[in-house]
T-cell receptor, first 109, second 118 residues
């Protein structure tokens, strides 16, 4: 059974700070990972995907993957109150993506 | 690209009635679509995987006779909640696979349907 673990939070950061969201996974053969953002009452929205070790940057977002440690993270630079949401980490399972339970991020003005 | 729509966005119905929710991939063909349910302040729960032209695969604990899924084309899957009861009130979200492998590649979510059963 593939597992994706996330700290439920909330993770509170002040506006302008770097928010660091972490995720660990159990299956060593997982090749790709996805980060979704879900605002309260809305459906998840894909924000990043990462397939290889190292960093992938997209605007204020950086995804980091360390396959040896089975660890993937999402950094949000210059955090804004509009970034306050639940962030879901996902890895491919047998027939679908396996989602973590999500980390709630709160960015205070 | 990769837009998924759902209809209706919200629905209120009486206990005992049936409700149909449509999920469409607007600009791509989705061999596989997924149906999730999410209760307030809880995580996504996968209900079933829907493959075009074949029977859906339901997750453990999900009643296939209550939650009827039809995937008639590569752009449309429907979920019918039959004989709905108040405990079925939830946020139902579909997603569609948009990658080459279809089912384990990137998933794009529809906006969700909020069902309230009175």
């Amino acid at each position: 059974q593939k597992e994706v673990e996330q700290n439920s939070g909330p993770l509170s950061v002040p506006e302008g700070a770097i928010a660091s969201l972490n995720c660990t996974y159990s299956d060593r053969v997982s090749q790709s990972f996805f980060w979704y953002r879900q605002y309260s009452g809305k459906s998840p929205e894909l924000i990043m995907s990462i397939y290889s070790n190292g960093d992938k940057e997209d605007g204020r977002f950086t995804a980091q993957l360390n396959k040896a440690s089975q660890y993937v993270s999402l950094l949000i630079r210059d955090s804004q109150p509009s970034d306050s949401a639940t962030y879901l980490c996902a890895a491919p399972g047998y027939s679908t993506l396996t989602f973590g339970k999500g980390t709630m991020l709160l960015v205070s003005p | 690209g990769a837009v998924v729509s759902q209809h209706p966005s919200w629905v209120i119905c009486k206990s005992g009635t049936s409700v149909k929710i449509e999920c469409r991939s607007l600009d791509f063909q989705a061999t596989t679509m997924f149906w999730y349910r999410q209760f307030p302040k809880q995580s996504l729960m996968l209900m079933a995987t829907s493959n075009e032209g074949s029977k859906a695969t339901y997750e453990q604990g999900v009643e296939k006779d209550k939650f009827l899924i039809n995937h008639a084309s590569l752009t449309l899957s429907t979920l019918t909640v039959t004989s709905a009861h108040p405990e079925d009130s939830s946020f139902y979200i579909c997603s569609a696979g948009a990658g080459a492998s279809g089912n384990t590649d990137t998933q794009y979510f529809g906006p969700g349907t909020r069902l309230t059963v009175l």
